[in-house]
């Protein structure tokens, strides 16, 4: 296939999801570029802007001329817009769940409105003044936790029950109840954070554990679902760590069934998984989760269950577990 060079467009796109923090590889998958084309581009171009950061606006001059009129209006004109954008940003929503929220929160305020396309060129513009909105932005980069031989850690759990046994309700997310469990573990294996994750809400709980040990999971876990009424406490789903090995007593105490996925198919708990990903971006790899406090830790759970999410209408997951508290949305 003969090159063909970089339109003024997938310039422009570039610049913004440089900006946003999106990597060279997704960048340029997502213009169906090679990656070495983006990087030729940002290294030959970067340094000719103002602060070596790579930028490019639309070449159309009367198009940009309107576009940044009609921006300028607007931000400038209706200062509840930016207020709520910004703020919003600031909870770490992405812009795309604000564009929609903003929506519902405003019904018949025609004046708050705005396209995530707009959001993500406010912050684009906020970091070129030296701002610091684009920090709020989840960077799109995939964490995965690290393999571990078969055998070490992943023995064979006696008197598991795997995830075929489990009733195709939870499947489907037809009732709520039905939770994953997991760790996500600190820098060097020290210390860990035990996270559950109701399929339907997509409600968190998380916890500081000191180690990986099954009783000491264990004595986190049992109050959490001894907490809940009967009808959220239904399932149990986990991977095959060690650590979840005394699962018999959990089930005797909390009246769950625990299930267990099949050895490295993380997609099982995908739930859990992206949940996981999600608690990544205020706790990266490395973290020493001996240095977090339960209240920093809860403040970051509180952040994301008070994110809307597209899958539920764009509610949040506090929202929606509260009324299944309640038994409003009992099933």
């Known amino acids: 296939m003969p090159y063909t060079h970089l339109t003024p467009q997938e310039r422009y796109v ?124 989840r960077r799109r980069r995939k964490y995965r936790r690290r393999q571990k031989r078969y055998g070490a850690g992943r023995r064979f759990i006696p008197g598991r029950v795997g995830i075929e046994e489990r009733s195709e309700e939870v499947a489907q997310r037809c009732r709520f109840g039905d939770w994953e469990g997991d760790l996500v573990l600190g820098r060097k294996g020290i210390g860990a954070i035990a996270t559950h994750v109701e399929r339907k809400s997509r409600y968190l709980i998380a916890t500081l554990l000191a180690d990986r040990k099954a009783d000491t999971f264990n004595a986190a876990a049992i109050p959490v679902y001894q ?51 999600l608690l990544r971006f205020y706790f990266p790899k490395g973290t020493n989760f001996k240095r977090i406090s339960a209240t920093a830790l809860q403040k970051a759970v509180d952040r994301l269950n008070n994110r809307p999410r597209k899958c539920l209408g764009y509610r949040t997951p506090q929202e929606v577990f509260a009324e299944a508290q309640s038994g409003a949305l009992a099933m």
């Open 227 to 277: 907490d809940l009424p009967k009808h959220l406490c239904r399932t149990l789903t986990l991977d095959n760590g060690k650590e979840f090995s005394q699962f018999k007593d959990l089930e005797t105490k909390t009246g769950l069934s625990v299930y267990f996925a099949d050895p490295y198919a993380a997609w099982q708990r995908g739930t859990n998984e992206n949940t996981n990903g």
């Open 14 to 137: 570039i610049s913004h999801l440089k900006v946003a923090k999106y990597s060279l590889r997704e960048i340029a998958r997502r213009l169906g570029r090679n990656h070495t084309t983006i990087s030729r581009e940002i290294k030959r171009n970067g340094p000719t802007y103002p602060g070596g950061v790579y930028w490019y606006y639309v070449i159309d001059p009367m198009v940009e001329k309107k576009r940044h009129k009609a921006r300028s209006y607007r931000r400038q004109n209706h200062a509840p817009l930016v207020k709520y954008v910004e703020d919003k940003l600031r909870s770490d929503w992405p812009p795309e769940v604000i564009a929609d929220r903003v929506r519902a929160d405003h019904p018949h305020d025609e004046r708050m409105r705005v396209s995530h396309e707009t959001i993500y060129r406010w912050v684009s513009q906020d970091a070129g003044q030296g701002g610091s909105l684009y920090q709020h932005l």
